[in-house]
């Protein structure tokens, strides 16, 4: 395949974009190579700069659980573009997009709108410290909440009780009350809780990993999280924004029938436009400005076009009683298909899922946390990316990323991306 304009343009965006990238994820530097740039999309395919057409297991890291410009949401969003972009004032349809995401999401009273997946668990987090008057939390190794700087910590060794700053920029004292846990791992997270008595303000995590691969919670893991909360008058905070109305209408919390006190949003709430969500019961979300003390605030929260396409993107999912049944049975098809091209030429290789979340890891082992997903072979995946990436099908340029499945999906393009891994595999 030929990338010789995405090339060119890669070289121009560095001179002006710090490593030619508005987020780093984009950038090749985990598999080597430039980016691809895109020109357009359609359904579950990519268009290229170059006129190289991609199979797209992306899908904007998310969002577009229906495909690319997706008609009704873009027909939402330019309807309410001719109408004026931005008011500053309150209007209809965030009451609607609300309403209906009351409706679907069991435990949840009210919702605030945000712009970003980043900003929801910022949020959430501040309001769980004003809600249960402490500071602490805890979060899990290779879990991923955006970008603010209580996230920016990383397992250091062993039983952490002090986080170390991952990113300079984050202060000591900020780290200081971020605590580390093991995912999947319960005994770690009571040790953290008895080392600090009355101090931990909420658990946050991603009911089912997405940033580390795809690492499903072991069996009773969420229900073990949700009894030590109740017992520590600690808040659980789903972090939703990978799994919501991704993995069931209503979540991670429907599907394993386990109650978060908040839950965050991002992604495919937005329908590709940058939303996020924080939600709760009343008890929760009235400790929040105006209602109550925790300030929280956005200019262009609740955007009229970003909830246009929210709505649109959440009533067709809200409409559509087969669409997780059909997901579920396309990526299984797909980790069925990809799990005997790799087997039948003896490639090591474990492959996790939940519903339409997927992600192919170069080791023997379970992947289970974030120390099993570190050990993946990473030159077996730079190969398995490029060469896929030369047959048409683009993954996330990282081997810590879960692939995303579109519905727009045919059985064709699934038989095509096996097809493509087979001829990959026979290279790895
Ligand atoms: C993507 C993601 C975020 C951050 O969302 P942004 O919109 O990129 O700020 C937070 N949590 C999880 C689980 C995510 O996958």
Redesign the pocket.
Known sequence: MNYTRSSALFVQAEKVIPGGVN?PVRAFKAVGGTPIFVKEAKGAYLFDEDGNRLIDYINS??PMILGHAHEPVVNAVVDKAKKGTSFGMPTEIETQIAELAVAMVPNIDKIRFV???????MSAVRLARGFTGKDKIIKFAG?????SDSFLIQAGSGAVTFGAPNSPGVTQGTAKDTLLARYNDIENVKQLIDANPNEIACIIL?PVA??MGCIPPKEAFLEDLRSLCDAHNILLIF?????GFRLAKGGAQELFNVNADIV?F??VIGGGL?V?AFAARNEIMEYLAPLGPVYQAGTLSGNPLAMAAGLAMLTEIHNDSELFNRLEEKTAYLHKGIAEALQANNVTHTINRVGSMISVHFDKDPVVDFDSAAKGNNDTFKTFFHGLLNEGIYIAPSAFETWFITDALSYKDLDDTIAAVRVVAKTL
Request: hydrophobic content about 15%.
């Open positions: 987020s890291w998310g712009n970003s997946g980043t900003e929801a668990c879990c991923y909440h955006g970008h991603e997405g940033n972090d939703e924004v990978m799994t965050c991002g992604k940058p996020g």
